[in-house]
């Protein structure tokens, strides 16, 4: 029987290279989008995948989407949060209502989605749950307090959820990608690129398919045995 995934805001970016990945691999794999109606979809004809419009904070959304999981794929094995969006500004000049929101998306959507899905995992004994965090959950970056606390956050729910459902033969770990070539380096500069390259041990950016295979990685068979870890897929930015 093939191995199912749900891959949360895997309609670009990382999520749309770890939706393909798994789709390769030859996973049951279904994803969710907000904004990207028409590249998501396209996706999911090329790739097979499930397609499923939700929005990572609602309570009722996520649900909904759960539940179209479960029917379709009778069960789930693997869990990816990947939904998230960035905020890059002074603290001082940030609102209550801009800080509700980035923790609403990256913290709160991954604590409903695990909330949905973790009763199953339970039950059939097995599963693999895969917070993608940051480097700068790690370590922190200026200009980015809120992203860095909500990707900490992240890190500090991976850590304790895999004590508390190890026993129930459910692993959780966390990915902390470095510079990717994303969406979100869009305001930078390519002196700016080039600088972070600099700073790159490997001497380049990383891809999204970098953090995908990690992800596989994670999330499979040969990685039965390790849990509560935060993995670094950041070419030694951070060691």
């Not at 001497?203 to 990685?217: H, I, N, S, Y």
Request: glycine share 12%.
């Amino acid at each position: 029987m093939p191995q199912t995934v749900l891959i949360t805001g895997g309609s670009r970016g990382i999520g749309e290279a770890t939706v393909r990945l798994f789709a390769e691999k030859g996973w049951r794999v279904a994803f969710t989008y907000k904004k990207s109606q028409d590249q998501a979809l396209a996706m999911a004809q090329e790739t097979g995948a499930l397609a499923l419009y939700c929005d990572a904070a609602s309570e009722q959304e996520t649900a909904q989407m759960a539940g179209k999981v479960l029917r379709v794929f009778r069960h789930l094995d693997a869990l990816i949060c990947n939904a998230g969006t960035s905020y890059t500004g002074l603290l001082q000049d940030m609102t209550a209502a801009e800080w509700d929101a980035l923790f609403n998306v990256h913290v709160r959507g991954a604590f409903l989605a695990t909330r949905a899905f973790l009763p199953g995992m339970i039950s059939q004994e097995g599963g693999s749950i895969l917070y993608i965090s940051s480097m700068w959950g790690q370590t922190g970056a200026s200009c980015e307090a809120a992203y860095s606390a909500c990707k900490a956050a992240l890190i500090g729910l991976g850590k304790a959820l895999a004590k508390e459902a190890g026993p129930s033969g459910v692993r959780v770990n966390c990915l902390c990608p470095g510079v990717i070539r994303t969406d979100m380096l869009r305001e930078y500069g390519e002196d700016a690129l080039n600088a972070l390259r600099r700073e790159t041990p490997l001497l380049r950016l990383g891809t999204p398919k970098d953090v995908a295979q990690a992800a596989f990685f994670l999330c499979g068979k040969e990685a039965s045995f390790i849990t509560g870890q935060a993995l670094g897929v950041n070419g030694g930015f951070v060691t």
